[in-house]
Each structure stands twice: as C-alpha cells, then as structure tokens.
C-alpha cells in the first residue's frame, strides 16, 4: 500500500512538472490578493512622456469600474528588449507579471521560452463572449501575434513607418513643402540640399536597437529577411543596393545624421534636421512638441518597386500563472480594448488600433482631420508585413546583432561585407 500511494505522488509530481512546462501554465497557482481583490500585474514599455499617461488611464478607470480585481502598471525601461530582460529574469526566480507587452520582432522568442495562455483558449472560457475574437478583431490583425496556428496573444500597437519633415527647411533650401520625396532616390537629393543650403542635416532615420526602420528600408528594394526555411537570406544584391544609398547619405554627403534615436529625434524636434523616418507612434509626441509645423509622406519607394514595410508595436501576452489570475487578466485586456480606449490611445501616441472600427470613432475622425499624418498612417496599413521575429534564444541576440551592422554600415564599412557576416553569425545561431 506505502509503494503505491509513493508511486501515485511520484506520478503526480511528474505531471505536475510537465503541465508547468506547456505554454498554458499551472492553474494549480494561486492568485495574488489584495483587499480581497485578484491583483493583475500589467508590465509594458512606455514613460510618463509618451504613452504612459494614457496607460494609467486605462487602469484606473477599470480598478473603478469594479471591485473584484486590482490592476497595477508597470513600466520597464529600454523598450522591449529590457522588458525582455526583465522577464527572464523574474521567470527565473520563479514569479511573473499577469500580463506582458512584447514586441511583434520577438513573437518567435517569447513563444518559444516562456508560459503563457492563449487567448483563444481564454474566449473558450468566457460564457459572456466565446466568440470575442472572431467578432473584434480581422484576421490579419490577429496574425501579428500568431505563431503558426497558435494564438500567442492580442495585438495592442501597430506602428507604421513615416516620413515626417520639416516644411520650413524645405522652403529655405529651395524646394516644394508641397512635394514630398516619394522615392529614397528623391530623399537623397533633397536631403542633399537641405544641408547644402541650410547647414541642417536633411534626413535621419530613427536608430533603436532593432531592425524595424531597416526592415522596411531594405524589404521594400526586394530583399528578404527570412526565407521559407527560416534562415536569414538579408545578404543580397537589394539590400546591399538600399544600404549602400543610405551609407552614401551618412558618409560621402554628410547630409544624414547617424546617431542615437533620442538624440536624433530630437534634433528633428530642434529644427536641426530636414526628414525624419520615423514610427507613426510619435505622432502625438511630434505634433505637440514641434515649433513648426510639420508634414508626413508615406514611406519612401525605391523605382519601380512595391512598398513593403512591416507593422511596428506590439502585443498583450497573459503570462499569469493561476486560472483566477489569468481570468481577471482577460477582463483588464478586454475593457482596454473597448473603441474609447483604443482611439485615445491612437490619439495620444499615433499607433493605430488593432479594430478596425476604432477609425468610425468621432475623436478618432476629428484628429485625422486635424492631423494629417495621422491620415498617412491608416493609408499605410495595406502596405503592413510582420516584422521578422527569429526563433529560440536568437531572438534577442538578432536585433543587436541588426544594429551593430547597421552602425558597422553607417560608420563606412561595406554594406555587402557587414551584411555577409551577420548572415553568416545569424545561421549559425540558428542551427
């Protein structure tokens, strides 16, 4: 009888283990509690000057819109690599945040390495909304945050590349505000005069530790980043072709600034700088902040060929550990994502929204009346793509690695050296 019952535990605690290891997590937790209240951690990127007050917003106003659950915000520094950082880290010591921003470039690695429960396994769950996302969300949209056929966890943010810039230098060097570059052949000349006749730098990409602004600029010359096998293939005549123009602005015309994306964006701000590629996310920050007043263009063409750019942001992931956490996390993500919420989250930063009837929303239609970039950003949402998210532990080791080359390339080194040998490491990883 002592065996048997000894074989029962062991049986039990095997299984114990291996359900800990599934993606849906131990429902055996418990949850966190506080007052009676079911605490919901919500762990995300952005600061008091960007984004972070809207956040806020959105959890007070669900803390006050009932008393069975409390939700606390948490802000990590460093974007979505120090978030990441941060979650291995608590993960590691055995906690985790109810609910995990991440960005769309580390689907893969998220998926791969860390407990989450699907949303769809979530809606299964909801007597009042089985259907949610069928009925809330497109299918492309839902694809952001989909690895296969699992449904990692809700698009939140989508961002699309801009070209913002500055009227008044374009005035002072000679050319139409009217008229903005619509080919990177066109930005480089104009950017050229800008600074030949102002002194102004003419054009700045903005430089993250990752390869979304990149991404688009050599996608949309045909290259590809990933091929069906999953193997890096950005080591090609096309990118080689778009990073050489990009190094010839930074290098040979001196008319494109390479610096750090705070640093650059701010000097856009300033005045210092003529173009700024930038994510439609800034909106908001640029609007309110600029002393001029400013324009936005679509993402530049190279001739002759389709714009591809992929979709900036990110995704809401429940992490939680027990079924009563994971609920209440449900109920937080579901409140955020109501129209109202969504459009002043358009608003306040620029990102557009994940539904799509979040644009019939009055104040969504009267800031794209008062904000024409605004308008520029929705127009670039057929032109979207997934940004390029690497597997396993490369994940997080592939977008330092894109930015270390794209220095490499800014500092003079050869396009098609720099790229080869990233391409070459990248494999190797991902073997």
């Known amino acids: 009888m002592k065996l048997w019952k000894w074989l029962c535990l062991l049986l039990a605690s095997v299984m114990t283990f291996a359900l800990a290891g599934c993606g849906g997590g131990d429902s055996a937790k418990t949850a966190q509690k506080e007052n009676g209240k079911t605490v919901v951690t919500f762990w995300h990127v952005y600061t008091k000057n960007f984004g972070a007050p809207v956040i806020k917003q959105m959890v007070d106003d669900f803390n006050k819109s009932q008393d069975k659950i409390v939700v606390k ?57 089985p259907d949610y996302l069928e009925k809330t969300f497109l299918p492309n949209v839902l694809g952001l945050a989909k690895v296969g056929d699992t449904q990692v966890g809700l698009p939140f943010s989508i961002s699309a590349p801009l070209l913002f810039y500055n009227p008044d230098l374009f005035t002072a060097a000679g050319l139409d505000p009217a008229k903005a570059p619509a080919t990177w052949t066109e930005v480089r000349d104009d950017a050229k005069k800008i600074h030949d006749a102002t002194g102004a730098y003419g054009f700045y990409m903005q430089e993250y530790q990752d390869n979304w602004a990149t991404q688009g600029l050599l996608t949309s010359n045909g290259a590809v980043i990933l091929d069906e096998n999953g193997k890096a293939a950005f080591a090609s005549k096309e990118s080689e072709e778009a990073y050489q123009l990009y190094q010839d602005m930074v290098v040979k015309d001196q008319s494109a600034l390479h610096i750090a994306a705070d640093e650059g964006i701010a000097s856009f701000y300033s005045g210092k700088v003529g173009m700024l590629l930038g994510t439609s996310a800034k909106i908001g920050t640029v609007t309110q902040s600029l002393q001029f007043n400013v324009m936005a263009a679509p993402f530049p063409a190279f001739e002759g060929k389709q714009v591809e750019i992929p979709a900036g942001g990110n995704f809401l992931a429940v992490t939680a550990q027990s079924e009563e956490e994971q609920q209440a996390a449900w109920e937080f993500i579901k409140f955020i994502m109501q129209p109202k919420y969504l459009a002043a989250w358009t608003i306040n930063t620029g990102y557009l929204p994940p539904r799509q009837d979040v644009v019939n929303e009055p104040s969504v239609q009267e800031a794209i009346e008062k904000t024409p970039a605004l308008k520029v950003a929705f127009d670039e949402l057929p032109t979207l793509t997934p940004w390029a998210s690497f597997p396993g532990d490369v994940g997080v080791k592939a977008e330092k690695m894109f930015a270390d080359m794209r220095d490499k390339i800014l500092s003079g080194e050869s396009p098609a050296a720099a790229l080869k040998a990233t391409q070459d490491e990248l494999n190797q990883l991902l073997k």
Do not use: R, W
């Not at 941060?86 to 860390?114: C, H, R, T, W």
């Open 73 to 129: 915000e948490v802000y990590n520094p460093d974007m979505y690599p120090g978030l990441m950082k941060n979650l291995q880290a608590d993960v590691a010591s055995g906690k985790s945040p109810s609910i995990a921003m991440i960005g769309y470039n580390y689907l893969d690695y998220f998926n791969e390495n860390f407990q989450y429960v699907s949303p769809v396994d979530l809606a299964k769950k909801d007597k009042e909304a």
